[in-house]
């Protein structure tokens, strides 16, 4: 008998399998990134099909097939494009941010803290009153965060005199003074960023 896993994951993509079965990629919280199987999950009956569209956050319940997972439950809890969908600018940054992860992030291995980190930063971006100067921060703020966890971005770099990557970085707390203390470094920012990505050879 196979033995069951447990972990919350977001779906990143989804792709189709024959009539009836889904490709899923999960950006999970105690597996990184994975590949799995759902099967007939397309079918009108399926009772895992809430639970597997993309950007929907859920437990998953999964066992190791040879290549793959293969997914035998899902508890569905939130879905982040319906609750973004009404500000477009809000829902390109998450976008934005999800997509990085699966580009950067290479497959399976065990890294909760970034997935707290991205958890976190979804959250704020929710449930906070944001203009597009602040969202831009914000984007911005979790790029590095996300760079630095991954080995890409160094904490003690100075920018403008100052240690504001070390105050970005040393926690994955969220407040809007965070926002305002990146907000005149902008152009500088963002060329770190690009620098950093370009180390990568991903983009």
Known sequence: ????????????STGDI???????TIFS?????????????REIKSKLKHGLQKFTVANISMVRGREVWRITNVE??????YELRENKTKLKAMINILVLVQKLLAGEKYNERLYKIIRKSISF??????NREEISDFENIVIIRVLHNLGYFDENKKI????????????????????EDVRNLN??????INESLAHTHLF
Do not use: C, P, R
């Open 1 to 12: 008998m196979h033995e069951i896993y447990n972990t919350e994951g977001i779906i990143l």
């Open 18 to 24: 024959g009539e009836a079965n889904k490709f899923i």
């Open 29 to 41: 919280e105690q597996h990184g990134l994975i590949s799995a199987t759902a099967q007939s999950v």
């Open 76 to 81: 569905y809890k939130q879905n982040l494009y």
């Open 125 to 130: 971006l929710k449930k906070n009153d944001l």
């Open 160 to 179: 403008g005199g100052s240690g504001v990557y070390k105050n970005i970085i040393s926690t994955s707390s969220w407040d809007k003074e965070l926002l």
């Open 187 to 192: 152009g500088e920012i963002i060329k770190d």
